[in-house]
């Protein structure tokens, strides 16, 4: 047998195995980077940062007949789908762009500690009650009665301590 035939029949296995065996590796590496990323990663990121609802701010006093004196409640609503740990959650309040001076380190009622010089009354509602706030549920911020006005622009970034970022942003024009 003629040795330079037997050499060109090995070669197209040998570059057909090559070939092959670069597919297999380029597609385990394509399913390793797909596979690391999250399941609910969002597609369009501003979407996701507004999971953490405004929904409405409350001026006027419930225990004397509704007397306006700018209380500054704010409801928060959990739009998202996945419940967020309140212990890993701090929030930053902005007035008309400007940050409050309000402290809120957690999201957990039971561990606020209401005092007027941090610029909160108290935290309260559903959501703020135990370890998680779960999709659907409520929170309000109590916010030094006259720190919101008519006509203010209130914004609220909510961040995970964790991971040292914003995870929820809303603006709210209050009325």
Not at 5 to 18: E, F, N
Not at 143 to 163: A, Q, Y
């Amino acid at each position: 047998m003629d040795p330079r035939r037997q050499s060109r029949a090995i070669s197209p296995v040998i570059a057909t195995m090559l070939l092959v065996g670069l597919t297999v590796l380029l597609s385990a590496l394509v399913y390793l980077m797909v596979a690391g990323l999250p399941a609910s990663m969002p597609l369009d990121t501003m979407k996701d940062l507004q999971y953490i609802e405004i929904t409405a701010v409350y001026d006027q006093d419930d225990e004397y007949a509704h007397a306006m004196n700018y209380d500054s409640r704010v409801l928060l609503t959990h739009k998202g789908t996945r419940e967020l740990e309140n212990d890993d959650l701090r929030a930053l309040v902005y007035r008309n762009g400007e940050q409050l001076n309000c402290r809120i380190d957690t999201l957990n009622g039971v561990k606020i500690q209401s005092t007027v010089h941090t610029g909160l009354s108290r935290l309260y509602g559903p959501g703020s009650q135990g370890k998680t706030w779960a999709p659907g549920e409520t929170l309000t911020i109590d916010l030094n009665n006259g720190t919101l006005h008519p006509g203010d622009e209130l914004r609220i970034d909510i961040f995970s301590k964790s991971k040292n970022t914003v995870i929820s942003s809303d603006t709210y024009q209050v009325f």
